[in-house]
């Protein structure tokens, strides 16, 4: 259904080739998997398939690729949205087949089962979490009913349950004639799937084959940031060897404490009498499914959103009643996409900007900056503009944004969201070491076995109530 011959593709200003001479055939109901870590260029290749490249991203290209049939594509980034409701988008496509109104509407009510959105056909898609929004955007890339589906890292910001129904629906796809290209650097989300595997290393594609052989070459994949075992994030470190201070871990004197906490979407959705407390050094992780308020309530905590009742308390002080900047004058926040808080034309005054609003000696910035762009390993980075990098290191910018006001309690949304193993890893090992310094953490996460692995609480929250497990 779509072949690419010889492509290459070199952004302006890049000295290297994001993508080079790959050559890729993907017949009618083929899946294939494109696994690759970080900067291999696996965005790059389906952006060119899907015509972006050189149609909307500029780009020098050579070679073809050429595609036989109608295309659905869920980008990585799930916030590209026309319309205001879920409702609005998916009917929107519907419209634009010339369908009556009888057939949109029995398809639109099979695309709200499929993907749950029954309850949040009238929302904002703005108000949705990320993984609702994931789930918006993959019924959206269906709903013409695609004879070539292009997915970039569709699981991403689904819970487990969401995971497993939508691999069997790849699979019924796939058997109904849908050819389906994926990118991933966990390609042991998808051992369900009757795939071919490309590995793509630095813009090549060096290798295809089966899923048997691809697993005979799990320590190379591994060692390129690659998770073919789900073991690839716990590879340098055990819970048991990180070294932590534990002090006031649910102690008298916590950095953060919420005390009945409440909030509601209208009739929509509720979170009820939250209640929990983290002390110095300690690392907590918030799981819950997509919707259950894992988003909300670090709005809540940092003041973006009001409580309906209940007190958030961050080093013993109330935040109702101050600014945005008076409640997260302890706090950093680490938003789920970078994207939504950078916004400066170089690394470096990204990361002096929150120095200089909270009115730093502008004598000691520059030391600050220094710092946190070396311990990140970014100086090299520090006169690029954040949007010509890829978004795991544009995630890096905003982090070292973060962590140089040195904030008590840092809140992270879903941090590692698209990075390879390798990367996260990487950021895992410094977290841990913030909290060893005596940082107060709370992580959004839908990787269990992440917060499992490095967590010494985790809170769960389940249709807007909060338990510890």
């Known amino acids: 259904m779509f072949s690419i011959r010889e492509l290459t593709i070199t952004y302006p200003q890049q000295k290297q080739a994001a993508c080079k001479n790959v050559c890729l055939e993907v017949r009618a109901g083929e899946i294939v998997l494109l696994a690759g870590s970080n900067g291999s260029g696996k965005s790059t290749l389906l952006h060119s398939v899907a015509g972006l490249i050189p149609g909307i991203f500029r780009a020098d290209v050579t070679g073809s690729c050429h595609v036989d049939g109608r295309m659905g594509m869920a980008l990585q980034d799930s916030d590209v949205f026309l319309l205001a409701t879920p409702e609005e988008e998916l009917d929107f496509i519907l419209q634009n087949q010339g369908l009556t109104l009888e057939i949109r509407l029995q398809k639109l009510e099979r695309l709200i089962s499929l993907f749950h959105l029954e309850a949040l056909l009238k929302r904002n898609i703005h108000s949705l979490s990320g993984g609702e929004r994931q789930r918006l955007a993959l019924a959206a890339a269906i709903a013409s009913e695609p004879e070539v589906l292009l997915l970039d890292e569709p699981l991403a910001q689904l819970d487990s349950s969401f995971k497993t129904e939508f691999l069997q629906l790849l699979q019924e796809l796939a058997a109904s004639g849908?050819?389906?290209?994926?990118?991933?650097?966990?390609?042991?989300?998808?051992?369900?799937?009757?795939?071919?595997?490309?590995?793509?290393?630095?813009?090549?594609?060096?290798?295809?084959?089966?899923?048997?052989?691809?697993?005979?070459?799990?320590?190379?994949?591994?060692?390129?940031?690659?998770?073919?075992?789900?073991?690839?994030?716990?590879?340098?470190?055990?819970?048991?060897?990180?070294?932590?201070?534990?002090?006031?871990?649910?102690?008298?004197?916590?950095?953060?404490?919420?005390?009945?906490?409440?909030?509601?979407?209208?009739?929509?959705?509720?979170?009820?009498?939250?209640?929990?407390?983290i002390g110095r050094g300690e690392f907590a992780a918030l799981t819950g499914a997509n919707g259950s308020g894992k988003s909300t309530l670090l709005k809540l905590i940092t003041g973006i959103l009001k409580p309906g009742r209940g007190t958030v308390q961050v080093k013993g002080k109330d935040i109702s009643g101050q600014s945005i900047a008076g409640a997260t004058a302890e706090s950093g926040f680490l938003f789920q996409n970078p994207d939504h808080q950078i916004f400066q034309d170089k690394v470096i005054k990204e990361v002096a900007w929150g120095l200089k609003m909270r009115k730093l000696d502008p004598e000691l910035i520059p030391a600050r900056v220094e710092k946190w762009l070396k311990r990140l390993q970014m100086e090299h980075l520090a006169e690029e503009h954040p949007y010509s990098l890829t978004k795991t290191d544009r995630q890096w910018v905003a982090l070292a944004g973060v962590l140089a006001r040195q904030p008590s309690l840092l809140l992270l949304d879903e941090p590692t969201h698209g990075m390879d193993c390798v990367s996260t890893a990487r950021f895992m090992d410094v977290i841990m070491e913030l909290a060893a310094s005596g940082t107060a953490i709370l992580m959004v996460t839908h990787h269990h076995e992440l917060a499992d692995h490095y967590s010494q609480r985790i809170f769960h929250l389940d249709k807007g109530m909060c338990c510890v497990r």
């Open 178 to 277: 849908t050819s389906i290209l994926i990118s991933t650097t966990f390609s042991n989300q998808y051992e369900s799937l009757n795939a071919k595997y490309c590995w793509l290393h630095e813009g090549q594609l060096i290798w295809q084959g089966s899923k048997a052989d691809f697993y005979n070459k799990w320590e190379q994949a591994r060692n390129a940031g690659i998770d073919v075992d789900g073991k690839g994030l716990f590879l340098r470190k055990r819970r048991d060897e990180i070294s932590r201070q534990q002090k006031d871990i649910n102690g008298n004197n916590p950095v953060l404490a919420l005390v009945n906490l409440s909030y509601s979407y209208g009739d929509t959705f509720r979170l009820q009498d939250v209640s929990l407390s």
